[in-house]
């Protein structure tokens, strides 16, 4: 059996550190993690969260070089309140 100093030492973060290095909103993260598009967090204690860097390390580096496509501008000529003024449409 490996004694604790032969195992690798793993760094976690909190949740301040994380939003330093993965910029987005922790509404994000934690529906990302729910679809299983982010590194799960785990306990350290009732109420507290840590992720693995060394996990969302490689979650960063995956994202570098796999490019996300980015979405679809929405069409505003069919929105229900403030339409856009287009052709066929008298201006105000």
Partial sequence: MPSVSDRP?????????????????YST???MEQREEFPRR?????????WDLAEVEAWLESRRTRPIPRAKH???TQRK????KGQGR???
């Fill in 9 to 25: 030492v793993k760094r976690s973060i909190r949740r301040n550190e994380l939003r330093e290095i993965v910029p987005l909103a």
């Fill in 29 to 31: 993260i934690y529906e």
């Fill in 42 to 50: 785990f306990a350290l204690s009732p109420r507290c969260v840590v």
């Fill in 74 to 76: 929405p069409d505003v």
């Fill in 81 to 84: 309140f403030r339409p856009a």
């Fill in 90 to 92: 008298a201006q105000a």
